[in-house]
């Protein structure tokens, strides 16, 4: 061995590669941001309304019971419950009993063509989907009945009841009744 000192090496390291690298990468992000802005779509806020095989339709004519709706009372949120089964008529008066603010409540009576596990089935899979929640079912004059609600976007709680009143032959007649609950808020 000697003792005599050597200078250091000189050794130069490049930045090309790092450099091509980042290029690379940067290349990549932009042409992914390019492809989701082509290919990508506003998404949809439509609501998924059930079709149950061998269940009652919904009667594109719901007038017998938009006729609750007075002016923005029930909320958007609430009148989407305003559906009907197919092959029904009313069968008395529209009963509004107060519309004031905390004290709505509409009652209507119909006649449908089907039997009474079927216009529940309707309603539970109706309003199911709209958002209401079951939180009742029984029985009232012998028939069945179901209780649903929902937070309305008034800042109300709002009670559905559907009432199976008689079965004659072929037709049920029930009531369908909407009311604000405002002990409940």
């Keep these: 061995m000697s003792d ?4 250091p090496l000189t050794t130069t390291v490049s930045l090309k590669p790092a450099a091509v690298v980042l290029v690379v990468a940067a290349l990549t992000l932009v042409t992914f941001l390019i492809v989701d802005v ?17 269940g009652l339709g919904v009667d594109p004519d719901n007038a017998p019971i938009a006729q609750c709706q007075t002016g923005d009372i029930p909320p958007s949120n609430i009148s ?21 603010p905390g004290e709505y409540d509409c009652q209507r009576t119909f006649s449908t063509v089907a039997s009474p596990s079927n216009i529940l089935g309707f309603y539970q899979a109706q309003l199911q989907a709209r958002g209401w929640n ?5 029985t009232s004059n012998g028939g ?19 009432t199976i009143n008689a079965h004659v032959g072929t037709s049920t007649r029930w009531t369908y009744r909407l009311y604000q609950d405002s002990d409940g808020v």
């Design 4 to 7: 005599d000192p050597r200078p």
């Design 80 to 100: 989407g419950s305003f559906v009907l089964p197919a092959q029904t008529i009313p069968a008395g008066a529209k009963l509004v009993l107060t519309t004031g």
């Design 144 to 162: 069945g009945q179901l209780l649903f609600q929902k937070n309305g976007s008034d800042t109300f709680l709002w009670v559905l009841g559907i």
């Design 38 to 54: 082509a290919v990508s779509q506003s998404p949809s806020t439509t609501t998924t309304v059930p079709v149950i095989v061998g």
């Design 134 to 138: 079951i939180f009742s079912r029984g």
